[in-house]
């Protein structure tokens, strides 16, 4: 049975991942700073402690695994731009330098395959109404995404030169069910909705973490010439709050009106082709509405 990694394993991203995982049958570590609750997942899981520190020695935490995935990530909580608060030498220490200790370290101890989980952020600003493509130069606006393509660099270094297949996955903003006594990312927004509070207009792109585990599951298990070293971009809806709300509204019966659609003409969506090429499909309109539901559901028995 492959043994698997997963840094960052009980956050909002890389639940989904080892839940994904431990459905293809992998067995999963998962490395953070607490070990999972009990309950968190359908199958047992290992823990190895990790702390994004480039003193850490990350030897003793890849030894005896086949794949490593990335999802860790140290930031102020509940902000990734931004997520360097007033330490930024530090943010960089954790996140890049660490990044690459790590995947070093998984490279000395033999593993096989890597997935680093890098961000949309790296493409920073571009001209409105441009399409995001793999291939594009990047010029990040932010900390964040800075450290996120210098990852990606450096692991894409790293990958063409060592028997270590190492792939990027940018994803754009991840919905889905909130782990247990936690709120989903939207948990805010329909709150205000249903109160009659005004919504202003707003569009982004949106993908699910069960589409993003399914992407990062894909990309371990390809032939190791089809992405050593290359970056994939991993987004699925470009939804308008209008249309989100619109689930909620009809849902729970709400009268207050849905805010204006957002002028959509200059946003910069994702080219996810090379995803697809790869055979992934990602949930779309359908997943959108079940999930919303199961959301409201469970906000009515908190």
């Known amino acids: 049975m492959t043994r698997i990694l997963v840094t960052g394993g009980t956050g909002s991203v890389g639940r989904f991942i080892v839940t994904c995982l431990l459905e293809r049958q992998y067995q999963v570590t998962v490395a953070g700073r607490t070990p999972p609750p009990a309950n968190m997942f359908q199958s047992p899981v290992g823990f190895r402690p990790l702390s994004l520190d480039p003193k850490t020695p990350y030897g003793p935490l890849v030894e005896d695994m086949d794949c490593l995935v990335h999802a860790g990530f140290d930031h102020v909580p509940g902000r990734y731009r931004g997520g360097e608060g007033d330490d930024i030498r530090g943010f960089w220490d954790r996140n890049f330098l660490s990044t690459l200790l790590l995947f070093h370290s998984a490279r000395q101890a033999g593993l096989r395959r890597g997935v680093f989980l890098s961000s949309r952020a790296v493409y920073g600003i571009q001209p409105p109404g441009t399409r995001l493509a793999e291939q594009m130069e990047c010029h990040p606006d932010t900390h964040y995404g800075a450290v996120k393509l210098a990852c990606e660099r450096h692991l894409s270094?790293?990958?063409?030169?060592?028997?270590?297949?190492?792939?990027?996955?940018?994803?754009?903003?991840?919905?889905?069910?909130?782990?247990?006594?936690?709120?989903?990312?939207?948990?805010?927004?329909?709150?205000?909705?249903?109160?009659?509070?005004?919504?202003?207009?707003?569009?982004?792109?949106?993908?699910?973490?069960?589409?993003?585990?399914?992407?990062?599951?894909?990309?371990?298990?390809?032939?190791?010439?089809?992405?050593?070293?290359?970056?994939?971009?991993?987004?699925?809806?470009?939804?308008?709050?209008?249309?989100?709300?619109?689930?909620?509204?009809?849902?729970?019966?709400?009268?207050?009106?849905?805010?204006?659609?957002?002028?959509?003409?200059?946003?910069?969506?994702?080219?996810?082709?090379?995803?697809?090429?790869?055979?992934?499909?990602?949930?779309?309109?359908?997943?959108?509405?079940?999930?919303v539901v199961e959301m409201l559901e469970k906000d009515l028995r908190v």
């Open 157 to 291: 270094k790293l990958s063409s030169t060592t028997q270590l297949t190492i792939a990027s996955l940018r994803a754009t903003g991840v919905y889905g069910q909130s782990a247990a006594g936690e709120k989903h990312k939207w948990s805010g927004l329909f709150d205000d909705y249903l109160s009659g509070k005004t919504i202003e207009p707003r569009c982004g792109t949106e993908i699910h973490g069960r589409d993003v585990s399914s992407a990062v599951v894909l990309l371990l298990e390809q032939p190791a010439e089809a992405l050593s070293g290359e970056c994939f971009n991993a987004s699925d809806l470009l939804l308008d709050r209008h249309d989100l709300l619109d689930i909620v509204k009809k849902h729970r019966g709400c009268p207050h009106p849905l805010p204006a659609r957002a002028d959509a003409t200059g946003y910069n969506a994702m080219s996810t082709e090379k995803l697809t090429q790869l055979g992934w499909q990602p949930g779309g309109k359908s997943l959108l509405r079940q999930s």
